[in-house]
């Protein structure tokens, strides 16, 4: 039953373009996704005629709770000119657009379609705080939402496992949170722009112009263990281990690859595609690791070939700071117990031997869910193709980068590897 | 209770009923709590009702200061966190439940490895009244 996986046709991806990520009060999910779309267009270096779109892959997690609407495929085949191309929608929560970018690879490889769009959207702003978080924990698994988890709450409650197991702090997670603010500001998409010095800087100043107590913070993580400006959400996960409500949309282009060159001179290849499904927090193997990460990574390294050394610089889903350090260990990055002491140690950091999430993660880049994955492997298009301007790996050579993204409290989980050539 | 379908509705009941029911393989022996109508180890689907002793440790934990509606409901909020946790029984199986009896607003204090045992809490009031599986500690009772 164990085979190495390989597609029957190769697929290339050709285009890619995304809508700002924030919160936003006048936009829905149409609008969204048509500046997307019409930044993709865009992309395209040999220019794409969207009649030659045969078919759209959207990945939305809930818009169903959050905008009460549903039926999105149809809705954005409307909105974008392609009736009557036909349009399916994908969920698979926070990893619905990286399921629907595997159903386009596959509509391709099969040979039924040549040019396919993928992508997501997820419109979450309009609704209070709880409203989302109650949301959100739909994909949680019903006996986690019934012992009144949610989402911080099982990633909170995984931190305290892997702090038990491995003797790691809120100290090393807050590495990770300001490299992700470290990131940010180099990219022009990100919801949060600031670093946390800057954070710091510039509320110690507003309290000194307001004549108010001035904070002693001595330096970042000083900032960060003070429980008024970063309290607890669900211990030990605070504000800023977490990320953002955000609404966005991101889609991507893919066509046959013998095709590839009619639409550009460099297009990236995909070169190892996995998919797993996990289980909740009483179930799971490990509460330390994420399986279906594990084996989503499998999957993607036995298909290209390739191992987590070449992999030159990665996405993944840090949905919560803790979650990315399980990552970078499931994805064979690190040891595991050993992904802590590589953050501290600056390996991920935009200039480490390994970069992480140099979009900002969606700490900062913001976390529309059923768009997010899209968006992941748009962050790896442009550090691939050279357009990531100053966040840009400096790497020689840039060839192969992937992206990890997470659905639910670990129930599915992708890895996508993609090459240049 | 042996003829009782294996469902999450039959353990509910139990739970009202002050009892934490597993459901057992007969094939195999593996006990899941809560049940699963097919043994997902060996996929049989013999099953049978098992009740556990409700003891065990606990593995992971948070203190929720942000809940859902139905907490705030209950009166939890950032003055007054409320935990959820992971208990691994004496039988094996991990469940999820609240965990009572702890201090929320020192999380610290809160130690893995405990010794919990079960306790069967009321939520909600009227129609919506339900039972919830909770754990406390065994030494501050």
Not at chain 1, 89 to 95: K, Q
Not at chain 1, 306 to 313: A, G, K, V
Not at chain 2, 59 to 84: H, K, L, Q, W
Request: proline letters at 5%; charged letters at 25%; aromatic letters at 8%.
């Amino acid at each position: 039953m164990n085979k190495q996986r390989k597609l029957g046709r190769g697929v290339a991806m050709v285009g890619a373009g995304m809508s700002g990520f924030n919160m936003f009060k006048d936009r829905d999910s149409k609008d969204l996704f048509t500046e997307a779309f019409v930044e993709m267009n865009a992309s395209v270096d040999k220019g794409l005629d969207p009649n030659d779109i045969d078919a759209l892959y959207i990945g939305n997690f809930t818009n169903d709770f959050f905008a009460h609407q549903s039926h999105w495929g149809a809705i954005l085949s409307d909105s974008l000119g392609l009736v009557p191309k036909p349009a399916t929608r994908i969920e698979g929560a926070c990893a619905s657009s990286a399921l629907a970018f595997r159903e386009g690879v596959f509509a391709i490889a099969s040979g039924f379609y040549d040019v396919v769009l993928v992508g997501g959207v997820e419109d979450m702003s309009k609704e209070s705080t709880e409203t989302v978080a109650e949301g959100l924990a739909l994909a949680a698994i019903p006996y986690e939402r019934k012992a009144g988890f949610t989402f911080p709450g099982v990633f909170g409650a995984i931190a305290t496992a892997y702090f038990e197991r491995y003797g790691a702090s809120r100290e090393h997670l807050m590495d990770i949170t300001i490299k992700s603010h470290d990131n940010a500001p180099l990219n022009p998409k990100a919801q949060y722009k600031t670093t946390i010095r800057d954070i710091t800087r510039s509320k110690i100043k507003r309290a000194k112009e307001k004549g108010s107590a001035v904070p002693d913070w001595s330096d970042e993580k000083d900032f960060l263990r003070d429980p008024i400006a970063n309290p607890a959400i669900a211990w030990p996960m605070h504000l800023f281990d977490c990320c953002p409500i955000s609404d966005g949309a991101a889609c991507l282009l893919l066509v046959g690859e013998e095709l590839a060159k009619h639409f550009t001179d460099d297009p990236l290849y995909v070169a190892g595609i996995g998919q797993a499904s996990g289980r909740g927090l009483n179930t799971a193997e490990d509460l330390t690791y994420f399986e279906a990460t594990r084996y989503a990574a499998k999957e993607a390294y036995e298909m290209s070939g390739l191992t987590p050394t070449d992999i030159q610089f990665a996405e993944v889903h840090d949905c919560f700071s803790i979650a990315e350090l399980l990552h970078i260990e499931d994805l064979g990055f690190f040891k595991p117990g050993e992904g802590y002491k590589a953050v501290a140690d600056g390996l991920t950091r935009l200039d480490g031997e390994k970069p992480i999430n140099t979009s900002g993660g969606l700490k900062c880049k913001g976390h529309p869910v059923g768009a997010t994955g899209a968006a992941q492997l748009i962050e790896v298009w442009e550090q691939l193709r050279n357009k990531a301007g100053d966040r840009g790996v400096p790497i020689e050579d840039l060839r192969i980068g992937a992206a990890h993204n997470l659905g639910g409290t670990g129930g599915t989980c992708t890895f996508t590897i993609l090459e240049r050539r | 209770m042996a003829d009782r379908p294996i469902s999450d509705y039959q353990f509910e009941r139990f739970l009202d009923e002050d009892k934490l029911m597993g459901a057992r393989c007969v094939g195999c022996g593996a006990l899941f709590v809560p049940p699963r109508a097919i043994c997902t180890k060996c996929h049989r689907s013999e099953m049978e009702w098992v009740e556990t002793t409700g003891e065990g440790h606990l593995v992971a934990f948070t203190c929720i200061a942000i809940g859902p509606p139905a907490m705030i409901e209950e009166g939890y909020d950032r003055n007054n966190p409320y935990c959820s946790g992971a208990v691994e029984l004496t039988e094996g199986p991990r469940v999820v439940a609240r965990i009572e009896g702890v201090d929320t607003l020192h999380p610290e204090t809160i130690k893995i490895g405990m010794p919990v045992k079960v306790m069967f809490l009321q939520q909600g009031a009227g129609e919506s009244r339900k039972t919830v599986l909770g754990f406390t500690p065994v030494d501050k009772n």
